[in-house]
């Protein structure tokens, strides 16, 4: 950004979040009870298994003897996947209202050097226009 703002100081440099698509939101928003619910059941240490005469599987057994290090686990494990689901690593650059660059057409970010060269041509080609536009008027 300080490269960017030195070379060209006239430039207003913005930023925003690209909601994910619906479903990667509502399967994060259901993780996340999911993840709080197995917590609480984790600490009360009700044994739910039984009620359902099912037999307790050993890793059940295992968090109940260690709660803290199981609902760290949990914890950790689930908001990973929360913010795998909410991440869509779009990054986009636009330049007087005009798309310049896209993450997610092109599947990966520009490198400083190729920024500057599209900034570059962007500005050269805006400059072109506008005299283009001023001898036509």
Known sequence: VRVISQRYPDIRIEGENCLPQPIYRHIASLLSVFKLVLIGLIIVGKDSFAFFGMQVPSIWQWGQENKVYACMMV????????????????????????????????????????????????????????SILYYRS
């Open 75 to 130: 914890f950790s494990f689930s908001n990973m996947i929360e913010n795998q689901c909410m991440s869509t690593g779009a990054f986009e650059i636009t330049l007087k209202d005009v798309p310049v660059w896209s993450k997610l057409e092109s599947g990966h970010l520009p490198s400083m050097q190729q920024l500057v060269q599209i900034l570059d041509n962007e500005m050269k080609l805006s400059v072109h226009m506008d």
